[in-house]
């Protein structure tokens, strides 16, 4: 049931440790890649209510889903095949934006998914279950393109962007592909208990104001907890984008001294960037092993503060860690 999170974490972990590269690649300065990766943070907004309502409202013989599972990913895969033999700035802007809108129409239902299959008392081991599927996706996609130098892989396309980096982003795609389609095709969906009634509910909800009014009623109607839960996300993700745009850069900057973004020592600093953001998603896999177990003997507040608490350290270590071996203690 989680194991469609495998591929989706591929497409993520792929752009998230190689894009802001690939942009200075293709020519942008520093302070040009923040606007170019608003595509992560505006599809999200805009992609993940419209698709969780409109998931809601659907049935068909797939379910109810696994359409979009199946939708988005195939978009994904194929946004993910091309992306590294983007010529231009806009190319490579554009697939984004499409790789990513394509990203968050397959991830959106899958969280809806485990609410749907399972029982209130199964359902925080199904998200646990889905942490570690993220954990090891994310892992191998952040390490591909050092696998790939490691293995002898040299060059680069025309456009400058390493082949090490073209084929992690190739294989990648093939991987989203096919672990949602085993997800697609190895789970079943419980239809409405009532059809008929479903159908009329349906039939009278259609177009984009009723669409909009739902979306504005599960705002209004949404508990305190997740209210306050809001805004320490709104707080967390600041934190979490400016580590996903600028970390890896500034591991070749900061810590390997490449100032060229078509240089060998900046390729190399890009590639050890990977391996500690792998060493990043790994720790989300080992961790996620024991949060249960450990939310259960404290508190799911102060497992959630402790977390945060730690990944603030870390972000604040890398100013002053300047060698390559110290940095996936960050």
Not at 86 to 93: D, G, H, K, N, V
Not at 254 to 274: C, M, N, R
Request: proline share 6%; hydrophobic share 50%.
């Amino acid at each position: 049931m989680s194991f469609g999170f495998l591929g989706i974490q591929f497409g993520w972990g792929l752009q998230l440790a190689n894009m802001s590269a690939v942009y200075e690649r293709l020519g942008a300065r520093s302070d040009q890649v923040p606007l170019l990766w608003l595509a992560a943070p505006v599809t999200g907004l805009l992609v993940q209510p419209v698709i969780g309502a409109l998931s809601d409202r659907t049935w068909g013989p797939l379910g109810r889903r696994r359409p979009y599972f199946l939708t988005g990913a195939i978009l994904a895969s194929i946004a993910l095949f091309i992306m590294p033999t983007s010529s231009s700035l806009w190319m490579a802007a554009t697939l984004l934006w499409i790789l990513d809108a394509s990203i968050n129409i397959s991830m959106e239902p899958f969280r809806a998914f485990v609410a749907d299959k399972l029982p209130a008392s199964q359902r925080t081991q199904g998200f646990v279950m889905q942490s570690l599927f993220i954990g090891v996706g994310a892992s191998l996609a952040n390490a591909l393109p050092y696998v790939f130098a490691k293995l002898g892989v040299t060059g680069s396309t025309p456009s400058g962007i390493p082949l090490s980096v073209r084929y992690s982003f190739q294989v990648g795609a093939l991987v989203f592909l096919l672990a949602v389609l085993w997800t697609v095709f190895t789970t079943t969906e419980f239809p409405p208990e009532d059809m008929a009634a479903f159908e009329r509910a349906r039939r009278g909800q259609l177009g984009l104001g009723p669409l909009l009014k739902d979306i504005m009623q599960s705002l209004r109607r949404m508990p305190a907890t997740m209210r306050q839960l809001a805004v320490v996300q709104l707080v967390t993700w600041l934190g979490l984008f400016c580590m996903w745009l600028f970390f890896v850069p500034a591991v070749a900057r900061h810590v390997f001294g490449a100032t060229d973004p078509q240089s060998a020592l900046y390729t190399k600093g890009i590639e050890w960037g990977g391996v500690t953001m792998a060493f990043y998603s790994l720790t989300c896999f080992v961790v996620a092993l024991g949060l249960l177990k450990l939310a259960d003997a404290t508190s799911r507040k102060a497992v959630h503060a402790a977390a945060l608490v730690c990944g603030g350290v870390g972000l604040l270590s890398t100013y002053v860690i300047h060698n390559p071996s110290l940095l996936p203690l960050t």
